[in-house]
């Protein structure tokens, strides 16, 4: 944490203000002609006039009273109030404040590992798995630091899209990959919760974020191809949007800000999806995780020891086919990894491959070699 990025500023041109708000130092800003209230977004449009003032403000003086529609005027001063806020931070309150922030994240943290001891996953509830559970969630938690600095400390980033352009389906995607959907639920709020610190204690955020990522887990079930990861990051990324929308009702947002939060929320689902996409092989040879998209890509006659095995040991293959699909049935009603199941039956019989005719599905015409050969060596080559 630095100093400048102790105070933010929380709110739109358009918002209606729900409280005054009054300076609490001196500073100054920047003042431009600003003949009407536009949409928030129309100022990436406007021309910049060099009729500009610089004006004091002192200390006690409003800034805007309650139910005011803020306008660039009033943002270029709050962000001038902020900065001299921030400006006047002292160590002693940034090392309060990163205690605070510590004890916090150490409360969460405590909660989402007895939550992955509690759901007795044995392979993530390692202490591999719960790095892969923490290093998962380390994309979309950096981004969103980025994003909401850039808002504390600058206006190049307008506060309706860093919120709303937030990755929200890569860790539900990534985690529901690597680990399964019910880690992928505690990932998922361990981002919210440390988002919404990042954003200043926003509950709002935290909100928006864990349903969001709720309705990704559900819709995306059992990940096994790009196009679905896609699918699941724009939905998601669309579903972020409209939830911010209807969270910023709540603030007084004006309802120009619905189209920018609902684009801004589908692009970040689908950078989402490109970024999970890119990861994902990442990860996968990091940890010792095969995940269901890696399981899709071997299990097909492209693999070049099924096509062996189909070609040198077609007894072989038939028998592992058949096996397969009873491991697939089996596992389906048991509720475990029928792919997982399907696949490990393709390549349990890979060894014959050595010496396919030495395996009585692929004596075809009858002729036994083990005839010739006396038990022990026939043991042996077997």
């Not at 940034?94 to 994240?105: Q, R």
Request: net charge neutral.
């Amino acid at each position: 944490m630095s100093a400048r990025d102790f105070y933010h500023v929380n709110c739109v041109p358009g918002q209606v203000a729900d409280e005054t708000k009054v300076a609490a130092v001196d500073f100054t800003y920047e003042q431009r002609p600003e003949k009407e209230l536009l949409p928030f977004y129309s100022h990436f449009f406007q021309e910049q006039s060099p009729e500009r003032k610089t004006l004091h403000v002192a200390a006690g003086t409003p800034i805007y009273e309650k139910d005011t529609i803020i306008t660039h005027s009033h943002m270029a001063q709050l962000l001038a109030h902020s900065s001299a806020l921030n400006s006047s931070v002292t160590l002693d309150m940034i090392v309060k404040k990163l205690a605070g922030d510590a004890l916090v994240f150490l409360i969460g943290l405590t909660i989402c590992v007895i939550i992955l001891r509690l759901i007795k996953d044995k392979q993530h509830s390692t202490l591999p798995g719960i790095l892969l559970f923490f290093m998962s969630t380390i994309p979309a938690l950096s981004i969103s630091k980025w994003l909401f600095h850039s808002v504390a400390v600058s206006t190049s980033i307008p506060q309706v899209i860093a919120t709303n352009i937030f990755p929200v389906a890569l860790t539900p995607i990534l985690v529901s990959a690597l680990a399964g959907r019910r880690t992928a639920v505690i990932a998922s709020f361990w981002v919210a919760f440390v988002a919404s610190i990042f954003a200043g204690y926003n509950l709002f955020v935290l909100l928006q974020i864990f349903a969001t990522s709720m309705f990704i887990i559900l819709l995306s079930g059992r990940l096994r191809t790009r196009s679905k990861v896609l699918r699941a990051g724009f939905w998601g990324g669309l579903l972020f949007g409209f939830a911010g929308f209807l969270l910023s009702i709540n603030l007084n947002y004006p309802w120009t800000t619905l189209p920018v939060q609902v684009v801004a929320g589908t692009i970040g689902g689908i950078v989402s999806g490109l970024l999970a996409l890119m990861l994902l092989p990442l990860y996968e040879l990091i940890f010792p995780v095969t995940t269901d998209m890696r399981l899709m890509e071997i299990s097909t006659m492209e693999h070049p020891l099924l096509r062996r095995l189909a070609i040198e040991a077609p007894g072989t293959y038939h028998h592992s086919i058949m096996v397969a699909n009873l491991a697939h049935a089996g596992a389906e009603a048991s509720g475990d990894n029928a792919l997982l199941a399907t696949v490990m039956s393709y390549f349990h019989d890979i060894g014959k491959l050595q010496n396919p005719r030495y395996f009585t599905e692929n004596q075809m015409l009858g002729d036994n070699p083990h005839d010739d050969l006396s038990p022990s060596m026939s043991t042996l080559l077997i």
